[in-house]
Every structure is written in structure tokens, then in C-alpha cells.
């Protein structure tokens, strides 16, 4: 039932990234606690990804690895070449869904596991997440993910729209709910109640803004409810020293008061770049950069700070930021981006 997604999500925490050396022993550390199922890595982002993927599912730390990725067949090529089933979040911007549904229904054909994501349950009814639970039913989709995106739901709303998903069709649900409330627990124990198969998870609840729903809470939860057997708490401790440490040296201290919800700094931040990409359901203006970043937030950040640039070049200089960040292992302060940015001219 538990999914981890720290090696995915929590690259999406605020200042922070793993190296691929440190993604490698976190995924080690995750399946020596019991934990048969993970989102490791967003293949197309960078080939840091793309390696980091492959290897994890050569090493058969887990049941199930899953690459995230776009609903384009670029993404889902790239994801099947890693050896992982296919995790895909379907465009913000709900446009040219025909050929969408084609790039699902081939990615069907490939033989691996397919999960899909839907965009934001809060943005729709029940009668449309059922309706578009029914449509990935029609595609053989494995798994619909259907996360509150931006955490803004409760325990109630939650309870109702995964019933009402789960009445309606044979397909898996999988909840995936983000904490800018301080709900993604107890919204995530509200579609455990309402019979969701799989729960999205992270170490220290870390992840976009300040992050989803915590792990070893959720785990502690699950195994003493009788609803998972094989998880070792004490071996998810073993996870979250190593992560406490990575987060320490890359952040510090100050990250688990800017975690905390409203309160934090965290809520007002990104790191993914397809967020960026649709500002009309992501309003936040403050960005943190490491591989998952992309064009618009690259332009944003050099514009905000009055850098002159070729704007021809800017894949040039996303793809130099994203290279200097995997060789770190770190987010990439903005004075470290103006001078990459300066060297690509």
C-alpha cells in the first residue's frame, strides 16, 4: 500500500537534491525497511535521472520502481528505456486530450505497469474524476493517482471523492496530498478509510513547497492498524538519519521551521518546472533550482534580477544549470545561475 516518494518527491523540497550516489543508498536504505514500492526519479529531467532510474531497478531494491513523466511519448520512451513501469501526470492545462489519451494508450502497450496522474482533484467534481477514472479504465490503465495538488482539501472531501472513486470503477487509486495545510496526513488516512490501494509518502514529509504526507507516520499508522505486515519501523529510522543528515548539510536546521504550514517559507516556494509552466495554478513567485527546473522559471529568475541573455540560448543554459546541480547534488543558489548564464553568451 505505502508508496515512497523521496527519492522523486523530496528532490522537489526547497533547496535541496540528492547526487546519484546519495540517491543510490537512500533507495537502499528505503527497501531494507520493507517498503516494496517507489517513485525514484523523473527520467526525462536530466540524464542524472535517467541513470539513477535505471540503475535502482537493476538493482532490484524494490517490487515496483516507477520513472514519472509527461503524457508525450518522448517521456514514456525514456522512462520504459530505464526498465521502470511508467508514472504519468497529465498536462495542467487540460488541451488536446485525443492525442493525450493515444500517447496513454500506447504507453499501455509496452508491457510495464502505468500509472497516471490526475491534475488536482480540488479543481474538479467527483461526477470529472470518476468520468476520468472510467476513461483511463477504457485505456488499461493500471493505477490513477489522484492527488490534491495543492492541499487544499480535508479529511471529508478526500473521503468522498476516493468512495466515490473507488464505487465507480475496478481500476487502482493511489493518493498522492500535499501538506500546505497540515492535512496530507490525515487526508491520506481518510482515503485509507475510503479503500485507496496505494498512498503516496515522503521522509520528514518532504517535497514541492513543504511536501506531502509523512512516512514512518503513515507506516506506524498502517502497521499497527493491520493494513501492511512487511514494514521495519526501525529500518525507516535507519532512512530518515541518513536523510536528516543529507538535509542538515544541504539546508540545515532552519528547514524544519520553513517546513512547518503558513508558517514556513517552504509554502511559497517551487522547484518543478512544469509547475512554473502553468502560473495561473501555481501562483508562487519564489523558486528553488536543481534538475527539475525548466525554462520559464530559468527566465523568470534572470529577468527578476536584470541579467541580459540570449534568450535563443536558454535551453543551453537550462541544460548547464541542471548539469551543475547533478554533479553537486545540490540546488543551485541564483547567483550561481546569473553566472552560469553569463558563460553561456
Known sequence: MLTDDTLREGMQTPGFAMSYDEKIELAKLISSAGIKRALVAYPPAHKSEFEVTAAIVDGKYFQQVFGLGRTVKEDIDMINETGA??????????????????NIKYACTLGK????????????????????CHKMEELNVDVVQLPDTR????????????????????????AHCHNDYGMAVANTISAISAGVDY???TIFGTGERNGIADSITLADYLMKNNLEK????????KAYNYVYGLILKK??????TDNLPVYGNNSGIQTAGT???????????????????GKKMIMEILDNNNVTYDREKIGKIVSMIKDESAIRGEALPVKDIIKIADGAI
Not at 85 to 102: A, C, R, T, W
Open 275 to 293: 509547475h512554473v509552466a502553468y502560473g495561473n495554478a501555481f501562483t508562487e513567485k519564489n523558486y528553488s533550482v536543481n534538475v527539475y527546473t
Open 251 to 256: 539546508i540545515g536546521m532552519n528547514f524544519f
Open 85 to 102: 513501469n511508467i508514472s504519468l501526470h497529465l498536462p495542467f492545462k487540460l488541451d488536446n486530450m485525443g492525442q493525450v489519451y493515444e
Open 199 to 201: 498512498i503516496d509518502t
Open 151 to 174: 492541499g487544499k482539501m480535508n479529511p471529508a472531501a478526500i473521503k468522498n471523492v476516493f468512495e466515490a472513486a473507488k464505487k465507480a470503477t475496478n481500476i487502482k487509486i493511489e
Open 230 to 237: 512487511s514494514l521495519d519501523i526501525k529500518g525507516i529510522i
Open 113 to 132: 505497469i502505468v500509472e497516471i496522474g490526475f491534475v488536482d482533484i480540488d479543481m474538479f467534481s467527483v461526477e470529472q474524476i470518476t468520468k476520468f
